[in-house]
């Protein structure tokens, strides 16, 4: 198993410009998330997919969009990217079934730079 | 809202000697409690949960943590520390009632082992 796999690894974008880091898993997941990491802040939730077709905004949803694309993909736009976006971006998924409580499994990460 | 708190940004400690980083939590009910280690450059890697039952919990790479509910704590700790365990540490906690498997994550605890 792959696991988690994110791409791409690194982005460069200006202001204003737009791009789609795309997220699958392969372990057959039901919940998947994406995530922003800024140093000292933690993870910040930016949106999740509690199954597949559904997505919900997280604590930080201003400026991005997703789609869950199929049970495997869910991908996140940057619409106008913003130097405020600049971040590391990381996809989790979960099983996310019956009583068992399972951990998250994450991806490496995109590290986005805004300019 | 569920939340986590890791008080300290850093926390220095000499190889062979015990490791504790510090959490304590929020929530408005019975909580589950995650620690993840991130090493640089790389996504997060599940280390131990606390879901119910015995308050010590064992998990990857030698990593135990003690749920206490009357602090509200469940810190990481590790009794000979390593070079290697040279990290940053996520404290993450989810309540029971919540039925999206969301997580609160916080600020992380840099780890420096010194040799």
């Known amino acids: 198993n792959a696991g988690v796999t994110q791409t791409p690894k690194f982005q460069v974008l200006k202001t204003g410009q737009s791009m789609t880091l795309q997220c699958a898993q392969d372990?057959?997941?039901?919940?998947m998330y994406w995530y922003r990491q800024d140093p000292g802040m933690g993870l910040r939730l930016i949106y999740y997919?509690?199954?597949?077709?559904?997505?919900d905004k997280g604590e930080v949803p201003n400026g991005y969009n997703v789609s869950r694309l199929n049970k495997r993909e869910f991908s996140l736009r940057l619409e106008s990217a913003a130097p405020s976006q600049t971040s590391v971006y990381f996809c989790?998924?979960?099983?996310?079934?019956?009583?068992?409580?399972?951990?998250?499994?994450f991806g490496p990460g995109t590290r986005l730079t805004v300019t | 809202a569920q939340s986590v708190a890791q008080p300290e940004d850093q926390v220095n400690v000499a190889e062979g000697n015990p490791l504790t980083v510090k959490c304590t939590y929020s929530v408005s009910g019975n909580p589950y409690l995650f620690w993840y280690v991130q090493y640089p450059n790389r996504g997060l890697q599940f280390l131990l949960k606390y879901i119910t039952g015995d308050n010590l919990v064992k998990g990857s790479y030698g990593f135990e943590a003690e749920f206490n509910k009357s602090q509200t704590s469940f810190h990481l700790k590790k009794p000979s520390a390593l070079v290697s365990d040279s990290a940053l540490y996520f404290c993450?906690?989810?309540?029971?009632?919540?039925?999206?498997?969301?997580?609160?994550f916080g600020k992380g605890n840099q780890v420096v082992v010194i040799p």
């Open positions: 372990m057959n997941h039901n919940s």
């Open positions: 989790a998924s979960i099983r996310a079934t019956g009583a068992t409580i399972y951990e998250q499994y």
């Open positions: 997919s509690a199954s597949e077709g559904t997505t």
């Open positions: 993450a906690v989810r309540e029971t009632a919540v039925g999206n498997n969301r997580l609160a």
